[in-house]
Structures are given as C-alpha cells and as structure tokens.
C-alpha cells in the first residue's frame, strides 16, 4: 500500500467519525428539544374533576381539570378540560383529596411525552391555590 493510498484512507476514517460525530449530536439535540425543552409554562383555574394513578409499566398520576367560561360565538357557557400529568407525588396527593374544589395549577408543556412523566405533554409541577366552590344560587 503506497503512502497516498494511507493518506486517504486515513481521511476517510477521519470523514467517518464526524460524520458521525455529526449524527449523534443531531440526535441527542432532537430527543432533548421533543422531551425535554420546556416549551411553555403557565396556569390553569377551573374545577379539579379528579386525580387518579394508572399506567401498566409506568404508573402516573393523571387530572382533569373542567374549566367553564363563556363562548365568543353562541354567547353561551362551555366548558373545557384541561387534561395533565403529575410528576410530583406530593403534588399530586394533594390534588387527590381536593376533587370538586376550585385549583390553580402551575403546568409546563413539552412537545412530547415519556411514559415515565406522564400520558399527556402538560405536566402540572405545584399548585398554587384551592378554594372551595361557592354552591349557592345566583337568584
């Protein structure tokens, strides 16, 4: 084998490596972006429906938030859900035995879901208020 035939092979090589070099990093910087990278952070107010733990490998705990409001086209009330995850045991106890009652939740969204943090990309990470629902009539 002369020395050019070396010299190439050898740049090949090098070609090699950062070309996968270049993958990996590619990779990584996707899976980090997808489930990791918080892509948005905020609060939900309405009436916690329930908290339960499920999963078949990954136990979770999973919520339903009911948030009613007004709806700009038929000017009549609607409610919405707000479905989550919690990833905090502690939080997620304390949701348990507040059902039925008025909550503020801190949540942050991701782009994705891992099946140890939960079934759904809103992952509620503290709690900031629970009131009880005033059931008194308006008239």
């Known amino acids: 084998m002369s020395t050019l ?14 070309t996968i070099g270049v993958i990996c990093f590619a990779l ?15 609060v939900k ?7 339960v733990y499920k ?25 919405n859900e707000f479905i989550f995850s919690v990833a905090n045991e502690h939080v997620a106890k304390e949701l348990m035995m507040a059902g039925g009652k008025e909550v503020d939740l801190q949540y942050k969204e991701y782009l994705g879901v891992l099946p140890w943090r939960g079934h759904s990309k809103y992952v509620v990470d503290s ?13």
């Open 5 to 18: 035939e070396k010299r190439i092979g050898k740049q090949v090589k090098k070609g090699l490596w950062v």
């Open 28 to 42: 990584i910087a996707f899976f980090y972006v997808r489930f990791y990278f918080v892509w948005g952070e905020g």
């Open 45 to 51: 107010s309405g009436q916690l429906n329930n908290v």
């Open 55 to 79: 999963g078949y490998l990954f136990k979770t705990y999973e919520g339903k938030l009911i948030q009613a409001g007004l709806s700009s086209s038929s000017n009549s009330v609607q409610s």
């Open 127 to 139: 709690i900031i208020a629970i009131k009880d629902v005033d059931r008194s009539l308006p008239f």
